[in-house]
C-alpha cells in the first residue's frame, strides 16, 4: 500500500546512531560515537542506492579501522546507510577481465588484511544488518563478533552464480561458525537465508526490529546479550574423521547438477573444506586466497562475469520508471493468465479478461500455485490474489496503462480484438501484443492509432523467463517503445528490443534447433540421446523436452510460419507432429508430447545411449548460424544484446557467455569449416550465414 | 436534505455452506464482488468518502471487515470504514447509515455492503473447557498444573455450535425457527401454505437465473483452486409441494410446520452497492439508477420478530402520506415461509392494523405477483448481514426490468427488530 503519511515519515525509519556527517577525504564510509561511547561506522557508498565492495571501499574501510583503533570506542556498530540493505557483495566491475592469478591474489589479498584487521578489533564489535547481505556483505559481518538482524534481512553467498566461492574469509569463518553442512550448503546452492533461519543457523545472533536496534545495540556492548559459541556439533562435523565422508557426499549430490567441466567453483569448494578445514584459520584463509584467484581467471568465470553485465545492460535498456499501475490482459490461457499473475506479483493491478470464466479460474489457480511457491508471507500471497481481478466484463480496459493482448494466433481474431478495444482505451495507453507468429505490420492494419501498438513477446513459463522481446514496427512510436521497454524492467524482467521479423530473435534461433531434433528423431535416434546432446552442451534442458514444455502446437506453428517467410533452409515439420498436435498431444500442458509428463517433469528412460560430438553440434551450430543471420539483419541492436536474450529467454549455457561470444571463443572459421561439412553430409540447412565474416572481423 | 442516488450494486452468488469452511471468507467474499463493481465506475476506488459494512459473524482474522476490505480493495490508506452489525438488517443499516452521511452533507460517495460467510461459523469449546484452558493458564507449580489436569471431564470435549447459538435470541430463548412457528401459530398459517410458498421461491429463482435476470447482478466469484462461481448454488428447481412435505420439522418436532425446505438457507455471499449525493453524481458524470426516499426500522417483542416487517413498512409509508398501493414491488426477506406468510397476514389483519399500527383498518394487502419476484433467502440463501443489502439491490434490478417505479425493501431482523427502506427508480 502507498502510504503518504509514511513517506513523510520515511527518514525516521533507519536508526543510524549519531549519524555523523562525512569526513574530509572520505566518500563512502562517515564514523561518530553515541551518548554511551559505542562507534556507529555507516556505510553509505557514493552515487550508489546500494552498497557493494570495492578496493576504494575496503581501502577506506582500513583508513577507517586505524582511527577506531586510536579513538577507542566501548563497541562498534557496523550498519548500512542505505534503505536498500547492508552490503550486496563484492563490486563485479572489478572481477572483469582478470586474467593473472598472482595478481588477482594480491589485490584480495590486501582485502584479507583489512578483515583480520577488523576481526581482531578488542572491543566489541556488532553488524546491524537489514535487507541484503550477500556474499562479501557476510563476509564483513563475519569478521563481527556479533550480528543483529532486522527482520526481513536476507543471508546468501551468491558467489556460485560468478563461478566463483566466497573470497573474504566466507570460506572459512561460515563453517566454523554454524554447522558446517548449513554452511557449504548455503555456498553451494546460492540459497539464502531469511532473518529467522539464520538464527536458527547461529549466523546471527538476534532477530529484531528497526525500532529496537539502540537497544538491542546497548545489550551487545554490555555483554548482557548472551550467546554460546558454536557447539560440539560444529567441531565434530568439522572434524578431519567426517570432513571426507561429507565432501564424498556432497561432490555426488553437486555433481547431479552441475559439470566439474563446465562449473568447477562447487567442488573447488568442497576440496578447499574437506583439506583446509582443520587448518589454523590463517593457513585456511591463505587457501581461499588461492583458490578463489584461480577461480577467477577461468573462462567460466569470466563469461558468468560477462553475463552478469548483460543483464545489467538489459536492465538499463528499460530505463527510468514510468508510471504504470494498471495493466489490463485479454485473454487468459496459459501465456495471458501468466502474464497477469506475473504484473500482480510484481505490485502492478492486473485485470484479466476472457470470453468464459473458465480459463480466467485456471489463471487464478495457476498464480494461486505459484504465490504459494515464490512469496512466502500468507498475506503477499493473498495481496498479490487481490491485486490480479478477473474481469468478464473487459472494463478493465478503460483505465488501463497498458492493454495486452494474448488472444489465439489469428489475424482476424486480433483484429476484432482491437476494434472493440481500442476505442475504449484511455488517452495515452498502450496496447501490446504477445503474438509470437503474427508481423505486427499486419496487425497494427486498421488501428486508429498504430503508433500506440508495441509487440511484448514472453516466454513461458512468465515466472522464469527473463527475456521479453519488445518489438517494434514501422509505424511504432519511440514513446511507446520506451514505456513498453520500462514496464518490462518494472516487472522484473528483462526487455530486449527487436524488430518486427519473422520469430523476432529467439524464436527463431531456437526453431532450427528443434526441427534438427525432430529429424534426429526421424533418423531413429533416441529422445533422451537428443536431449542429452543438447545438455552436454550446457543447455538447461534439451530440445525434445524444451518443444514439449512449449507447446508442440506453438512449436508447429513457429516452425510453418518461419518455413513461409524466411528464405533459410529449413526441413518440413514431419507429418507424425502434425498428427500429435491434431491428437491434442502437445506437451506438458495435455501431460502427453513427446514425453509423457508427470508433476511437471517429463518421464525419461535412463538408458539412453550416450550422444556424440557430431549430434551436439548439429543442434548447437544453427542456432549460432540463425543468430549471426540475426545480427546482420539487424533484429537486435548488437551481439552483447542477443547473447543476453538468448541467455535469459532460453538459458543458452550461461558459462559459455552468450552464442555470439560462443562462436568467437571457438573459433569461427572452425564453426563455418564444420558448419560446411554438416553441409556436405546432411544438405543445405547447414550452409553458413553471409554474417560469419562480419563476426569474424568484429 | 440533500438527495441521496444508488449508482451502481453487485453481489456475489450466494454459496450453499456445505461441509466446513467455505472458499471465501466474509471479506474474500466482499473484495471478489467489490473488485468488478469498482473498477467499471468512472472514478477511482479512493474517490470515496467512507466504506460501511454489514456483517454479523466476524472472523477473527477479519476484525472490523469494513476496512479489511477497504484496503484490499485499493481503496487507500485514508478510507474511514466501519463494520455494522444489527444481526439480519446489517447490510441494510449499511446503506441506511451512508443514506444518512450523504443526506446531511458529510460525504458524497460511500460504498455500503454486506458480507458473510456462515460456513465459517466457529465452532465453540463449551464453557466447562475454557474454564479449565484458564486454570492450566494460571497454575503456578507444577503440581497445580497436574493435579488440574485431572479435572478435565469428556463432557468438556462437547463442542457448542457457534451459528446454533447465534440463531438463537438470547432474551426468550427461542431459536429463529420457533419465532416462525409462533408467527406461524398466530396468524393461522398451515404446513402446506408454508411448503406452497417455498416451492414458488425455487421455481422463481430457477426462472430467473434461466432468463439471465441476475446476470447483471451476480459477479463470478474465483477461488485459489481455480473454481469459479457463478450463480446462486442453493437453488432445488425440482422442489414441489410434495417433496417439500416429505420433510419432517427441525425446530419443533414431531408437529412444528418450519422444515429446512421451508426455511431460508445456511449461505455465504457478499453485496455492495454504491451511493452518490447529487454533487457526486455531477462531478463524475454518474447516471443514478434509484434514489433513496426514506427508511425506518422497528421493534417489537423477540419471540415474534418475524412480523418486524410490518411495522416499519407501515410507518415509513404512513410518514411518506402513502399506501401499500403505491408500491410497485417489494422484496421481502424470506427468513421463513411462514414468516413471510404471517407478515401478509398481518397486513391484511384488521385488529393487527387498528391497535398495533395505528391505522382505521388493516394496512393493506401485497399481491404475490409484486413480492419477491425472483425468489429469496429461501431459494437462495440468507447470508445474515449481506440480505438486507441484496433485497436494496435486487428491488432495483427488478424495477428496471419490470419498468417500476417504486419499491420497497424490508427484512425482519433476530432480536425483534424491522427495517425497511423505500425506493425510487431515476
Known sequence: ?698 | MRPVFIIDGSRTPFLKARTGPGPFTPVDLAVQCGRPLLLRQPFKPQDFDRVILGCVNVIADEMNPARVAALRLGMGEAMPAFTMQINCGSGMQSIDTAYRYIQNGTDNLVLAGGAEALSYAPLVYNKGAVNWFGRMFMAKSLWARIANFFTLRPSMFAPVIGLERGLTDPIVELNMGQTAEVVAKLFNITRRQADEYAAESQQRLAKAQKEGYLNDEIIPAFAKDGKVYTYDDGVRPDSTVETLAKLRPVFERPWGKVTAGNSSQITDGASWVILASEDAVKKHSLKPKAKIIDSEWSALDPSIMGLGPVLCSTALLKRQNMSMKDVDLWELNEAFAAQVLGCLAAFEDEKFGKEVLGLPGAAGKIDRARLNVDGGAISMGHPVGTSGNRIVLHLMNAMKRLGLKRGIATECIGGGQGGAMLIEMV
Not at chain 1, 310 to 317: C, E, F, P, V, Y
Not at chain 1, 335 to 352: K, N
Not at chain 1, 442 to 470: A, C, I, W, Y
Open chain 1, 1 to 698: 500500500m502507498k502510504s503518504k503519511v509514511l513517506s513523510v515519515l520515511a527518514d525516521r525509519v533507519l536508526e543510524l546512531g549519531p549519524n555523523p556527517p562525512v569526513m574530509a577525504g572520505l566518500n563512502h564510509w562517515r564514523y561518530g560515537k553515541d551518548e554511551d561511547g559505542v562507534g556507529w561506522l555507516l556505510l553509505d557508498r557514493k552515487g550508489s542506492s546500494a552498497n557493494t565492495l570495492n578496493a576504494e571501499v575496503i581501502g577506506e574501510l582500513d583508513t577507517m579501522l586505524g582511527k577506531i583503533e586510536n579513538d577507542r570506542p566501548t563497541g562498534l556498530v557496523i550498519r548500512s546507510a542505505k534503505k536498500s540493505g547492508f552490503i550486496a557483495g563484492a563490486d563485479i566491475a572489478e572481477f572483469v577481465g582478470a586474467s593473472d592469478a598472482a595478481a588477482v591474489e594480491a589485490n584480495i589479498g590486501r582485502a584479507h588484511a583489512v578483515m583480520n584487521r577488523l576481526e581482531a578489533l578488542s572491543i566489541p564489535t556488532l553488524a546491524v544488518i537489514h535487507g541484503f547481505c550477500l556474499g562479501g556483505g557476510l563476509e564483513v559481518a563475519l569478521a563481527c563478533k556479533r550480528r543483529i538482524a532486522i527482520s526481513g534481512a536476507s543471508f546468501g553467498f551468491p558467489e556460485v552464480m560468478l563461478g566463483l566461492h566466497p573470497g573474504l574469509g566466507g570460506t572459512v569463518r561460515t563453517p566454523r561458525l554454524i554447522n558446517p553442512i548449513t554452511a557449504m550448503t548455503m555456498m553451494l546452492t546460492e540459497k539464502s537465508l531469511d532473518a529467522r533461519k539464520a538464527k536458527a543457523a547461529g549466523l546471527v545472533d538476534a532477530v529484531t526490529e528497526e525500532r529496537h536496534i539502540k537497544n538491542a545495540v546497548k545489550a551487545v556492548v554490555s555483554g548482557e546479550l548472551k550467546v554460546s559459541p558454536p557447539g560440539t556439533l560444529v567441531t565434530v562435523l568439522n572434524s578431519g574423521f567426517a570432513r571426507p565422508l561429507l565432501a564424498r557426499y556432497m561432490r555426488s549430490q553437486t555433481r547431479a547438477k552441475a559439470d566439474p567441466a563446465q562449473y568447477p567453483a562447487p567442488f573447488a569448494l568442497i576440496d578447499l573444506w574437506e583439506k583446509h578445514g582443520g587448518d589454523s584459520k590463517e593457513a585456511a584463509l591463505k587457501a581461499e586466497l588461492k583458490s578463489f584467484a584461480n577461480l577467477m581467471v577461468t573462462k567460466t568465470a569470466q563469461n558468468l562475469v560477462r553475463v552478469f553485465f548483460l543483464r545489467d545492460r538489459l536492465k538499463k535498456i528499460a530505463g527510468e520508471k514510468q508510471n504504470i499501475e494498471h495493466i489490463h490482459v485479454i485473454g487468459a490461457g496459459a501465456m495471458g493468465g501468466d502474464i497477469a499473475a506475473w504484473c500482480a506479483r510484481q505490485r502492478i493491478a492486473a485485470t484479466v479478461a476472457d470470453m468464459k470464466p473458465e480459463p480466467i479460474g485456471g489463471a487464478i489457480k495457476r498464480a494461486a500455485d505459484l504465490y504459494r511457491k515464490i512469496l512466502k508471507k500468507g498475506t503477499d500471497q493473498r495481496d498479490a490474489l487481490d491485486r490480479l481481478v478477473p474481469d468478464l466484463a473487459g472494463d478493465g480496459v478503460k483505465s488501463a496503462d497498458i492493454v495486452i493482448e494474448a488472444v489465439p494466433e489469428k489475424l482476424e481474431i486480433k483484429h476484432k480484438v482491437y476494434a472493440s478495444v481500442e476505442p475504449q482505451m484511455k488517452e495515452g495507453a498502450i496496447l501490446a501484443t504477445n503474438t509470437s507468429s503474427i508481423p505486427l505490420e499486419q496487425l497494427r492494419d486498421g488501428l486508429k492509432k498504430p503508433e500506440r501498438l508495441v509487440g511484448l513477446h514472453f516466454f513461458n513459463p512468465v515466472s522464469r523467463m527473463m527475456t521479453v522481446e519488445v518489438v517494434s514496427h514501422d509505424k511504432a512510436d519511440q514513446s511507446v517503445l520506451a514505456t513498453a521497454r520500462s514496464f518490462v524492467g518494472m516487472i522484473d524482467r528483462l526487455p530486449v528490443p527487436v524488430k518486427s521479423e519473422p520469430g523476432f530473435l529467439v524464436n527463431r534461433a531456437l526453431t532450427p534447433y528443434m526441427i534438427e531434433a525432430m529429424v534426429m528423431v526421424d533418423e531413429g535416434i533416441a529422445k533422451e540421446t537428443i536431449d542429452k546432446a543438447a545438455e552436454k552442451f550446457g543447455m538447461p534442458m534439451g530440445p525434445i523436452e524444451l518443444a514439449d514444455q512449449v507447446g508442440l502446437d506453438i512449436c508447429l506453428d513457429v516452425a510453418d510460419m518461419l518455413k513461409k517467410s524466411l528464405p533459410r533452409e529449413q526441413p518440413d515439420a514431419p507429418q507424425w507432429l502434425r498428427d500429435m498436435v491434431a491428437k491434442k498431444d502437445l506437451g506438458k500442458k495435455t501431460g502427453k508430447g513427446f514425453y509423457t509428463w508427470k508433476d511437471g517433469k517429463a518421464d525419461k528412460a535412463h538408458s539412453a545411449p550416450e550422444p556424440t560430438p557430431e549430434m551436439t553440434d548439429r543442434l548447437i551450430l544453427p542456432l549460432l548460424d540463425v543468430c549471426v543471420g540475426a545480427l546482420r539483419e539487424g533484429i537486435v541492436e548488437d551481439s552483447d544484446v542477443l547473447d543476453g536474450a538468448m541467455i535469459f529467454g532460453t538459458g543458452f549455457a550461461p558459462f559459455r557467455g552468450g552464442p555470439i561470444h560462443y562462436a568467437k571463443d571457438r573459433g569461427v572459421d572452425e564453426i563455418v569449416s564444420t558448419l560446411k561439412t554438416l553441409e556436405s553430409k546432411y544438405g543445405k540447412r547447414f550452409t553458413p550465414d553471409p554474417g560469419w565474416d562480419k563476426i569474424k572481423r568484429a
